[in-house]
């Protein structure tokens, strides 16, 4: 048994939609989740900046006496997983490989597309990843830098959303796949807007639930459950205003959260 809380972090709110997926799995785990939104987006930043980005946020999280590290940032997975890894004496999980087995799982015509930041795209983790696992599959990629601010500032579906997505997305559609990897935390957000843009053809594929199991996959291995006769405990942090943190993140979670507190992250 390990009652100590699981460390989550992505560069933002996106990482909140993995925090939901362990939260349904795992409801007696506790939780601290940083938002660095005050250094967002990493997706547009060189490797050597989000390699730092990510080595100062978990420091921030092992300073809360974390059981496991979460990832929950396909940049920071794709520019440090390999760095990140084996660093530390609690496990880490990111999220590329987990989008890249559920994405191979889904596809019927093994044509795939995948989206994400710059920095992602450009990494090439999730085109190794789906080619490890099949190297029939046809791999179309493409970045989608706007999503992000777009999610960030709350604008989900409405009309300049569906116009981005377009903009970005119908040349990927043209090409025939029939599975799209969500290949950054933050598009799940974008969810409906995606969807409607892409047709019924395409099956969007977010790495989040499979995220969760691996989550619990290693906690079981470890022997590391939470006592479930204690209530969890979710503590939030973010890098930039407190206010806004809270009032996102209420429309992700779907609940009312007050005790956001704002960390200086360039200290760690
Ligand atoms: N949620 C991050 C990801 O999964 C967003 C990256 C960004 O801040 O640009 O890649």
């Known amino acids: 048994m390990d009652n100590r809380p699981i460390g989550v972090f992505d560069s933002g709110l996106g990482g909140l939609t993995v925090l939901k997926e362990i939260r349904n799995l795992l409801p007696t785990e506790s939780i601290v989740y940083f938002g660095d939104s005050g250094r967002a987006p990493y997706g547009t930043k060189s490797k050597e900046t989000v390699i ?71 990494s090439g983790v999730y085109e190794k990843a789906i080619s490890r696992l099949d190297p029939s599959i046809e791999i179309f990629q493409k970045a989608c830098p706007l999503f992000v601010p777009l999610v960030e500032e709350g604008w989900w579906e409405n009309d300049i959303a569906v116009r981005i997505v377009e903009e970005y997305l119908l040349p990927l559609k043209e090409k025939g796949i029939d599975s799209l990897v969500l290949g950054c935390t933050h598009y799940p957000l974008l969810y409906n807007t995606i969807s409607k843009v892409m047709g019924e053809g395409v099956k969007l594929v977010s790495s989040a639930l499979e995220v969760a199991k691996v989550v619990k996959e290693v906690i079981n291995k470890n022997n590391a459950a939470r006592d479930d006769k204690i209530t969890p405990v979710y503590r939030f942090y973010t890098s930039d205003s407190v206010e806004k943190f809270e009032s996102l993140a209420n429309s992700i979670l779907n609940e009312k959260i007050h005790s956001a507190e704002k960390v200086d992250i360039e200290r760690y």
């Open 52 to 122: 730092k980005y990510t080595f100062q946020n978990i420091r921030f999280l092992l300073n809360q006496d974390i059981k496991m590290i979460v990832i929950a940032c396909n940049t920071a997975s794709a520019c440090s997983i390999d760095l990140v890894k084996h660093s530390f004496d609690i496990p880490v999980v990111e999220v590329v490989e987990p989008g890249a087995v559920s994405a191979v799982r889904e596809t019927v015509n093994k044509k795939i597309g995948v989206i994400g930041t710059v920095a992602t795209v450009n």
